[in-house]
């Protein structure tokens, strides 16, 4: 197998990501792309560690997925709390910081 | 002479524990006292009968008295280790024969080979006790203390004045809301000072040095419920992340760089970099790095501005704190990793480098803007910026004795005048000089004596301690050799000893006039009570505050005789060669004590800095140029403004535009304020205008502020413009740098709103449109 | 499943497992364009299992069993039931939801493509014929070893790290 399918793939995943992290105005679905983007760069991570034989790459697929879980449970408090004070979850209508 | 005080007490010492080096290698004890204190008061403070400041001033009191035995055990450490270093008949005559040569070469010994059992192949002149915390990827985590001269001069000074600030806040803050949280406070803070100084490993270091801010933090916003009060605290704060980023990443360069890598113990760093093993280019970028570390903590020039605005804090903490300890850590870091900036900026034989300068420019810029304050806390405020600039440039024109020495001095006699002038503002419930003060001295005849004692010192008026640590500083610039200086100095600073010099007048000039608007004069206040030091208002009335103001209690007044009397005698431990030479039996007596204790000296992890002998004409050039300063402000408020204001019949706050339309002098100095500040105010326009977003939005805003400013310069006086822009730096400052987006925003030209839409998602497409860009440049750059 | 699959991969013929990958690499691309489009928001959760699943056979067939398997626990486990929790606390539709901008659409994609193929051009530049082999699954053993000898310091960061997000949702998002 070419360590090119596994890069490939996952910088097409990273870029559907990115994608949706851009297009979409709910912040749920944002969430989800990020997850996207990191599950792109996991792969990246376990397919470098393997090809260079060394367990570092999973062990930092590992902490990735923890940290990815902190981020979710953040975000998710940072979308309620949203939700709760504007009884909407619409990216495009948080623009406080408009110039 | 002090050798054989020395050998009386370490006789004392020895004769309770059988061994005076047991102070030095549980010198931990120190630290960990105020820290259970912290604890205690927590949990149980509020239920003690004085609400935790007992608990608070008993573990400060032990501390304290075990930082002298500590310091006790190093004299006798320090004078017995000469002689395996040396050998036997230079040991004898420095350690003035008070030991026996038996003793100690079984004293020496014993630390040779406990040094040598923990790994090292130096006998350091330190005593360092470490044990391993954890082992990880092959790299050791230690925990341990390093004491030596300099962390036993630190411990007695911060446990000395800590003391007498939890004593003066007894009554200070006494009725405060917040009384407990206070003195738990105080204790955390000596607490993590203490552990700063005593850390042995530059991981440990910066774990004191974020305690130490996240204190002053606290404490900053001790009233928080005030809002300028909570700013300063962030500010401060935010400001010194500036320069811990610097503090970060200088500290890891030299984790990776010094001694073969992968080592944080400060002693094998310094070695490394003493024996010339690390490369020069990680060396400049280690000690640029912890530049900007010291900018921030210590409050150079240009960051700092959050050091003004810390003194929201009670004055007890800025007398801790913000004068005598914290902010000197930024000094202390540079004399503890000194090899890395003496190798780092080539301190020797040059006469220009980036700390020294820094230094030199803070001491004229905050001398100067110590002038246009009303507020008596900030104009001591920029004095200890100032004096802090006096101890970079020294210690980067190499002179680190020097630089140490006026650390040591400092902290006496600016933590006096931070307390006296609490004493002052308890009586009038305000800072304002201006407005509330004047005429102090008939009210308060004890603080007065004080004050002018500690504003003696701080002017380098011989013999107080000012004088000598000033002038130690001023001839190991090496500048100008007509002066007599002697050329043993490390370089030929001539810039920085000519910024020194001005710094002297300019010192006894703001202490002048702070000193005749605050205690000469007619009494200005009466009129209204700010209640802006946290009182209840049943207390204000009980202490009846309407009336006339009146002299402060003895917990308030002793501390400042304490002080006091420091400020006048502790110039004497480092005499220079010349004055009170010892007898035959004591040969040292008092001169350069402090040199021979606290600067490792021939150790293998100090460089080998030089040190110019003072002369007696620099050192009366330099008295000469103070009392000029002083002169100049005596003649201008105490004579011709007082004059002034009694012919007209009015309070001199009403007197117009006084110095500048009657003294051409004035006004020529005046002038050099304003430009000045134009250019600070254009420097950190640029900065801020560049974190928030492009050039054109920078150079927009300058446009809108500089032009206005000049326009506004032109059309009022020149002390109006000066006092509008010092406002405006300050201002500019906390919104530019840390609100950066209010004012920067608003001022920003109407072309470029369309990007800042406000809309998340427009930054992230630009941010990723932009790396995929660069991204995509740095491949085709690659693949060509 | 994991051991057939690697026995699968060491022993079978190339071709076999190259197609093997290449159905789930196509499902997975599909799915996670489904995330990012599809107007139904529990419905781009569960389009989003998918896309971790098929990242978890990935895992596999790089020989990482232990991150797969974890892969499953904690995403397909605890992250989507975190997502639908936040759907329903949210009170999002569960049917359409016009929640995509179309003015932004343009921009996203030339975004997203200029990023794919500067990347895409990137790797094939470097890794043009890079054999990757998995000689069999990394065993749990060493990966543990390697955490809590060699990364113990990245790994007391992510615990604390853990702790303070903890903390931090709770603060956040308690009501008062």
Redesign the interface.
Known sequence: ?????????A???????????????????????V??IL?AV??NL??F???TDD?????????T??????????G??????M??NRRS????E?????? | MFATLAAEAVSTVTTVTNDAAWFLENAWIIPLLPAISFALILFFGKRMPYKGAEIGITAVSVSFILAILTGVAWLDHRDHFELEKYGEEQAIAVSDGAASATDTVAYTARFVAAEAGEGGAHPYVAVQSSTQWLQSGGIEFNAGIMVDGLSVMMLFVVTFISLLVHVYSTDYVGGDRRYTHFFAFLSLFTASMLFFVLSDNILQMIVGWELVGVCSFALIGHWWEEKPNSDAALKAFLTNRVGDVGLLVGMITLFFAAGGGKTFDTIKINEAVVQGGVSHTALVVAAACLTAAVMSKSGQFILHTWLPDAMAGPTPVSALIHAATMVVAGIYMVARLYPVFWEGMQIEGSSINLLATVGAITVVGAGLLAFVQDDIKKVLAYSTVSQLGYMAMALGVGAWTAAVFHLFTHAFFKANLFLGSGSVAHAVHSFDMKKDMGGMRKFMPKTYVTFVIGSLALAGVFPLAGFWSKDEILVNTGGWDLLGGSGAAPGSYTFHFVMGMIGAALTAAYMTRCVYLTFHGEYRGGHAAHDDHGHDHEEDAAHGHHGEPHESGPRILYPLYILSAFSILIGFVNLPPGFLAGSKKDPAGWQERFLHFVEPAGSSYFPAVGHATPSWSLAIVASLVAVAGAGFAYYYYFIRLDRLSKQLGESLVAIPNGITTTNVFARAGHTLLVNKYYFDHLYTGIIAGFTKGPLARAANWINQNVIDGTVNKAGESAVQAGQLVYHKIDQAVVDGAVNLSGRVSDASGEELRAINSGKVQNYAALMFAGAAVLAGAFVILLAL | MTGLLLAEFTTTEKWVVNSFWGVIAVVMVYAALRVVTTKNVVHAALWLVVVLAGVAVQFLFLGAEFVAVTQILVYIGAVIVLFLFGVMLTRASMGDDETVADEKRAMAAVVGVLLLAVMAFALVDSFDDVEITADGPQSVTTVSDSIFSQYIVPFEAVSVLLLAALIGAIVVARQD
């Open positions: 197998m070419l360590l090119n399918q596994f890069l490939l793939l910088a097409v995943l990273f870029c559907i990501g990115v994608y949706g992290v851009l297009v979409r105005k709910n912040g749920m679905l944002v969430l989800m792309s997850e996207l599950n996991n792969i376990v397919a560690g393997t090809l367990v570092g790459g999973a062990v930092f697929a590992l902490f997925i923890a940290v990815a879980a902190a981020e979710v449970g953040i998710l408090a940072i979308v309620l709390l939700y709760r979850i619409d990216l495009s948080a623009d406080l910081l408009k110039g």
